[in-house]
């Protein structure tokens, strides 16, 4: 049985910093991917580490402030936050894609998710 389980989100200050863990059982870590929903917003692609963590892909919105890595030895991917805006306000997401289907930023590429964590960024 595959499972996601995210954690890390917190309440913190913009400009401020956090790293979320996405563990991972019943899998083997893959092309891993974290999205975002904003409150009142629909789901959004911020990163994704393409099997064997060599490249990754970012959104614009989070270049240069987010980084996405792995532990293969923990099965476990990471997300590091730095310069937190207000705007990133929302629950946090990992998947994982068993199966390349063409876009790493579409959610519809991913076949597990996590149950999410709330990442909240006070002004």
């Known amino acids: 049985q595959v499972q996601l389980v995210e954690s890390g989100g917190a309440l913190v200050h913009a400009g401020g910093s956090l790293r979320l863990s996405c563990a991972a059982s019943?899998?083997?870590?893959?092309?891993m991917g974290w999205f975002r929903r904003p409150p009142g917003k629909e789901r959004e692609f911020v990163a994704a580490?393409?099997?064997?963590?060599?490249?990754?892909y970012y959104a614009d919105s989070v270049k240069g402030r987010f980084t996405i890595s792995r532990d293969s030895a923990k099965n476990t991917v990471y997300l590091e936050m730095n310069s937190l805006k207000p705007e990133d306000t929302a629950v946090y997401y990992c998947a994982v894609d068993l199966h390349y289907r063409g876009s790493y930023s579409s959610a519809d590429e991913y076949d597990y998710w996590g149950q999410g964590t709330q990442v909240t960024v006070s002004s």
């Open positions: 019943g899998v083997r870590l893959d092309t």
């Open positions: 580490s393409e099997w064997g963590g060599i490249t990754s």
